[in-house]
């Protein structure tokens, strides 16, 4: 049987998941990808810079870094929406929930290992030769870290929802 919807009946697993993909959406907003210099003169040019050509967020970079919040987000709301309807839940909703935090972090990974694909060839070899370095920013950080913790939320949730399968019927009913 469904339980209404009310705020008491979401579980904290839910509420962490949802805030999970709020925080991964909230990531999109920092600095992604960010320029450096280890010499001076370099780093004096690189603040006479537009703030945006030195600092991208995720919507400004690449598909790696505006695409994997996303999942989340969707994730967070829907387990939060329909998380206590039993037949959801049993056909496999926090299955889905896991595989979205499971795809996140594997989009988020790839875009650390294509964060100099962001700028063409021709950009690289002129930051390699000035001694620029391109490297993650702080929403960066937040977004794999709001991953990582929807994917252990979900784990989390399947286990309960594995143990609330396995009990007998009447116990289920009661609880309901």
Not at 97 to 114: D, V
């Amino acid at each position: 049987m469904t339980q209404p919807f009310s705020v008491k009946s979401v579980t904290w697993r839910e509420w962490l998941g949802l805030a999970a993909g709020l925080l991964a959406l909230g990531s999109t907003f920092l600095p992604w990808t960010t320029l450096s210099a280890t010499r001076p003169d370099i780093e004096d040019i690189l603040a006479q810079l537009p703030h945006s050509d030195v600092v991208r967020d995720a919507w400004h970079s690449s598909f790696f870094a505006w695409c994997p919040p996303l999942p989340l987000v969707v994730a967070g709301l829907v387990v939060v929406v329909f998380g206590r309807v039993r037949n959801l839940r049993v056909s496999g909703l926090p299955h889905l929930w896991l595989i979205a935090a499971a795809a996140s972090l594997l989009l988020m990974a790839l875009g650390w290992l294509t964060l100099d694909w962001e700028f063409d060839a021709d950009q690289r070899g002129i930051f390699e030769a000035a001694g620029v370095a391109i490297g993650p920013g702080l929403g960066r950080f937040l977004g794999l870290f709001a991953a990582l913790v929807s994917g252990v939320a979900a784990f989390l949730d399947v286990r309960a929802m594995r143990a609330e399968s396995r009990q007998p019927r009447k116990t289920r009913s009661q609880r309901q």
